[in-house]
């Protein structure tokens, strides 16, 4: 364990007062070897993006689909350009559609940078027709500000429950019966899912494809690390109250565990998961690495006070173990080490972090963090 990453954790383990376990090091190869250049890096990067797909989430089809198309229709309100995009993906299995909505403001310099939400609920917990802001998806105040606002549906991509892999994506395009340990689950297929959205966003010309950031809450929040830890055309991503093979540390005996996500939800990663169950400092990764895989680019935590489940001191931890990554590649990371106090954002470097008051919930205080954020390093 390199002096860096291990002087990290024993100041953390003082900061918020836990037993920390010890952590594998993102600057160490498979075989022992240093990693201690930037282009060393992108050999370890490789490395660990490999042993997340075979351990944790498995292994995702690569790019376009050879058979897709796009379907746009265009309306305009006031100030504001929405886009309602279809995605039709066809394979073996059939077909599905996904849909994209991208919000516009026609008042700012063009193109514009975009927020891009990756949502797990129901459709009924937005309207992309009203002029009505939620906390979850406060559209309106992202486009005052200067942003376009996309939201693309998760249960498009793929439906939410344990359906053996027969529906959504993965029955379109792959045989359900040809599955393995390291097959790509629900979370995977989410983030493809956005990787698509991405695909579309690169070629609006009112969208800056070089300022997109990613987001979700909760499951949305894994799914969201993922997408970003795999495609770099994401150049901001946010995690929202992910917890457990999100943003917390999965060695840590706090809050939800290997087995609980895996009991619960058996769709979300591949099967190779299960062997952690119980197991996790046999895990050859951990989720610092996962935040880490996002460097240099923005990525940017936040936990709730009350949601212990998803463990905020675990998350926080994973920020502060991803920055000698960031050091590495000489930007600053997270520069703090000292747990938070609730609503004290932290926005000293690419790695930031915010412990709100209140519980499991994406709000309106998160938005307008993640905003404040971008507004510092996209100069706006």
């Known amino acids: 364990m390199c002096r860096g990453l291990l002087m990290a954790i024993l100041a953390t383990s003082m900061a918020v007062g836990a037993q920390e376990p010890s952590l594998p090091d993102p600057l160490v190869m498979q075989d022992g070897s240093l990693v201690n250049s930037p ?11 490999e042993l997340f797909r075979v351990n944790v989430y498995g292994r995702s089809p690569q790019g376009w689909p050879t058979d897709a ?17 279809v995605f039709t993906f066809r394979g073996p299995g059939g077909s599905i559609q996904a849909h994209l ?38 559209a309106q105040q992202i486009v005052a500000r200067g942003y376009a606002a996309a939201i693309i549906q998760a249960q498009d991509i793929d439906p939410d429950n344990h359906d053996e892999f027969k529906n959504g994506v993965h029955g379109v395009l792959e045989d359900p019966a040809k ?56 150049a901001f991503v946010i995690s929202n ?9 999965s060695r840590r005996p706090v809050g939800e565990t290997v087995k609980n996500i895996n009991d619960k939800f058996p769709h979300w990663f591949c099967m190779n998961y299960w062997n952690f169950n119980d197991r996790e400092t046999d895990l050859p990764i951990d989720q610092h690495e ?44 997270l520069g703090a080490t000292q ?24 709000a309106e205080y998160d938005w307008n963090r993640y905003m404040d954020f971008a507004d510092k390093y996209w100069k706006r």
């Open 101 to 138: 909505y991208v919000l516009s403001p026609l008042n700012a310099p063009k193109p514009v940078p975009c927020f891009l939400l990756i949502n797990h609920r129901d459709r009924e917990t937005f309207d992309p027709e009203k002029q009505t802001d939620t906390g979850f998806w406060p």
């Open 290 to 333: 996962l935040i880490a895989l996002i460097a240099p680019r923005l990525v940017y935590v936040a936990s709730a006070s009350l949601d212990t489940w998803a463990d905020p001191e675990g998350e926080f931890l994973a920020c502060v173990n991803a920055d000698p990554v960031y050091k590495l590649l000489s930007v600053p990371g």
């Open 241 to 249: 109250n992910s917890g457990c093979t999100g943003a917390a540390i």
């Open 179 to 234: 599955r393995t340990g390291e097959s790509w689950g629900t979370i995977a297929a989410w983030a493809w899912g956005a990787s698509r959205a991405m695909d579309y966003l690169e070629r609006d010309k009112y969208i800056d494809a070089s300022k997109v950031a990613v987001l979700g809450h909760s499951r949305g929040g894994k799914t969201a690390l993922w997408a970003g830890a795999q495609d770099e055309r994401f």
């Open 39 to 49: 282009e060393a890096w992108t050999k370890r990067r490789a490395e660990l993006l």
């Open 69 to 85: 198309s796009v379907e746009v229709s265009y309306a305009q309100e006031g100030a504001i350009l929405r886009e309602n995009v």
């Open 339 to 362: 747990f938070p106090a609730p609503d004290s954002p932290i926005h000293n470097g690419r790695i930031g972090y915010h412990l709100r008051t209140g519980k499991h919930e994406l």
